[in-house]
């Protein structure tokens, strides 16, 4: 079965502690995609990576980082430098084409931080 | 300064009527739009899609209009059912670009 996957489904981190979000596919897409979501918002975009070894940051990268060492793989750290870091995280991939970018989304993971 | 705007939070259909989720945009180098669904603690998923060179696209009982002059979009699901109550994300990219999402609108159809 092809799809993405995040581990884990919830989270719980005391303040100051770095907590690393896992993420993978196994679709063979070349984009990556990390989205937050706060209750009654849309999707932001926190990084992004067209391919291996490259990302670029979103529109909300202050306090986190990423890697991409593997095709399948995109970690997203959640630094103590975020400020307000309890969300719904979510993963995305896709295969860019020339018509357009069609995302599969990972089913989430919710971090709480007290 | 948000380039794909929902602005309608919520909207509640009878079963059976039609559900029109609108969506406008503002960045007229946008060429592809795309509907995702989303249910609670899940990830969104892939509903539909529209290239900017079609002004229709249909799959079943949902279909996308685009107005390119007004930079617009509007997503019509008939007849609406009970299970299509969830959230929906309209999106936008340019040409093999990265997308980006609305606010949502969420979707209640009573039974």
């Known amino acids: 079965d092809g799809g993405i996957t995040q581990s884990p489904k919830y989270l719980f981190r005391k303040e100051g502690q770095n907590v690393t979000l896992s993420c993978e596919q196994n679709l063979n897409h070349d984009a990556m995609y990390w989205y937050r979501q706060d209750p009654g918002q849309g999707l932001r975009l926190i990084y992004y990576?067209?391919?291996?070894?490259?990302?670029q940051k979103g529109d909300i990268a202050e306090g986190y980082s990423v890697s991409r060492e593997k095709k399948e793989s995109f970690p997203l750290t959640v630094t103590s430098a975020q400020k307000n870091p309890t969300a719904f995280y979510l993963c995305?991939?896709?295969?860019?084409?020339?018509?357009?970018?069609?995302?599969?989304f990972g089913p989430g993971t919710r971090l709480t931080v007290t | 300064d948000q380039q794909v705007k929902q602005n309608s939070p919520s909207l509640s259909v009878q079963e059976g009527r039609i559900s029109i989720l609108n969506c406008d945009y503002t960045?007229?180098?946008?060429?592809?739009f795309l509907w995702y669904k989303k249910y609670p603690a899940e990830g969104p998923t892939f509903l539909i899609s529209i290239s900017s060179i079609k002004d229709k696209n249909e799959d079943g009982r949902f279909t996308v209009f685009l107005n390119k002059s007004a930079k617009h979009l509007s997503l019509h699901i008939v007849p609406s059912q009970p299970g299509d109550s969830a959230v929906y994300f309209c999106a936008a990219s340019e040409r093999a670009g990265k997308s980006t999402f609305g606010d949502g609108t969420t979707l209640t159809v009573k039974p």
């Open positions: 990576s067209q391919i291996v070894n490259d990302f």
């Open positions: 960045n007229s180098m946008f060429d592809y």
């Open positions: 995305a991939s896709s295969s860019p084409t020339e018509l357009g970018d069609e995302q599969y």
